[in-house]
């Protein structure tokens, strides 16, 4: 890729060979600002885990403090019983058997779907088209529940959910760069603890091997590993 003048100067900043303390890298990210858009920013955690173990496979959810920055579009697939609820609580898309052929003919507008269990069945038999993209429901994520509308609003508020993925590493976006430096480094430990609690005990050696900060646009910048030790932003 070809770097603008700006950006040249804005990588010679950042040393890649360094790892930096987590304030001093939210600084360094801020820094490192070059887009004119609102950027997300992003995390990616090297474990050392071997995921074609299914018991070294990590994943899990987290809610942000902060939420992401991001508008999330919700469908829940649910029957005529809870479809009042999930559209009480946010959801911007609710329905059933309409919705499952409006994905088989294409659509997949949405960034989650949450389903009552009630419905798995059907929803089930377009598991190849939302499982490649990330959207089929899990309970493991928890967007396969009975409380639909509760659900829906922790995805509003910035509930994630994340998977390790063939590599060892696990990404995700922890807000945009528009955040104040206190609620990144908040959305950034909330995310790294969350991690190192789902640590698999079958998981032998250095567990966190590496993790790296970046903007949409901008250069990755090496966090020092040491802070997975600590239980808090400040």
């Known amino acids: ?28 990210l801020k820094q490192a600002k070059t887009a004119k858009f609102d950027e997300s920013v992003d995390i990616a955690v090297k474990l050392g885990v071997d995921p ?4 070294q496979v ?6 942000l403090p902060h939420g992401t920055g991001k508008t999330v579009r919700v469908l829940v697939i649910a029957k005529p019983d809870k479809q009042d609820e999930a559209r009480e609580a946010g959801a911007d898309h609710v329905g059933f058997e309409d919705y499952i052929n409006k994905i088989k003919d294409g659509w ?9 269990p009630d419905t798995m069945s059907e929803l089930g038999k377009i598991g190849k088209v939302l499982g490649p993209r990330g959207l089929m429901p899990n309970p493991k994520s928890g967007t396969v529940t009975p ?7 922790e995805v509003k508020a910035g ?6 993925d063939k590599s060892g590493i696990v990404h995700s976006i922890v807000g945009k760069i528009s955040f104040d430096e206190g609620k990144l480094k908040d959305n950034i430990m909330a995310f790294i603890n969350t991690i190192i609690k789902l640590k698999p005990s079958a998981a032998k050696g250095t567990y966190v091997k590496s993790m790296t900060i970046s903007t949409t646009m901008g250069p990755g910048i090496k966090l020092d590993k040491s802070i997975t030790t600590v239980k808090t932003a400040a």
């Not at 074609?52 to 018991?55: E, F, I, L, R, V």
């Not at 509930?159 to 390790?164: A, E, L, Q, S």
């Open 147 to 153: 409380n639909v509308g509760q659900a829906v609003k």
């Open 58 to 63: 990590v994943r899990g959810t987290v809610s």
């Open 159 to 164: 509930k994630i959910d994340f998977r390790v």
């Open 1 to 28: 890729m070809k770097l603008t003048k700006k950006q040249k100067e804005t990588v010679k900043k950042i040393d890649v060979t360094k790892e930096y303390d987590l304030k001093e890298a939210v600084s360094k």
């Open 108 to 116: 997949t507008d949405i960034d989650v779907i949450i389903a009552a």
């Open 52 to 55: 074609k173990h299914a018991d």
